[in-house]
Nanobody, 115 residues
Framework: VQLQASGGGLVQSGGSLRLSCAAS????????MGWYRQAPGKQRELVAT???????NYGEFVEGRFIISRDMARNTVTLQMDSLKPEDTGVYYC??????????WGQGTQVTVSS
């Protein structure tokens, strides 16, 4: 599976960004899609995931500011990020899980939130 991420950029604190990730494989074979992020000097952490049934899971730091959605017909997952904070700065990676296979990762997209 190839994952193509887009939508990162520079935004001021309190602003919004929308990340999108397109998968090269039919969505039904992908059990979970989601986003992780990594800030300089820190470990990669969960941002949000959504499974085939639409159940979502968010990192504790999200606190209702982000919404993840999945379009099964278009093989895409989207992360709407509002009320961004400087501590949200990092590289955001798209992730896909297919049962029995290692995780798939996109190339990463930079998100920078200025104060």
């Amino acid at each position: 599976v190839q994952l193509q991420a887009s939508g990162g950029g520079l935004v001021q604190s309190g602003g919004s960004l929308r990340l999108s990730c397109a998968a090269s494989r039919r969505s039904f074979s992908i059990f979970v899609m989601g986003w992780y992020r990594q800030a300089p000097g820190k470990q990669r952490e969960l941002v949000a995931t959504v499974n085939r049934e639409g159940y979502t899971n968010y990192g504790e730091f999200v606190e209702g500011r982000f919404i993840i959605s999945r379009d099964m017909a278009r093989n895409t997952v989207t992360l709407q990020m509002d009320s961004l904070k400087p501590e949200d700065t990092g590289v955001y990676y798209c992730n896909a899980i297919i049962r029995g296979l290692p995780d798939f990762w996109g190339q990463g997209t930079q998100v920078t939130v200025s104060s």
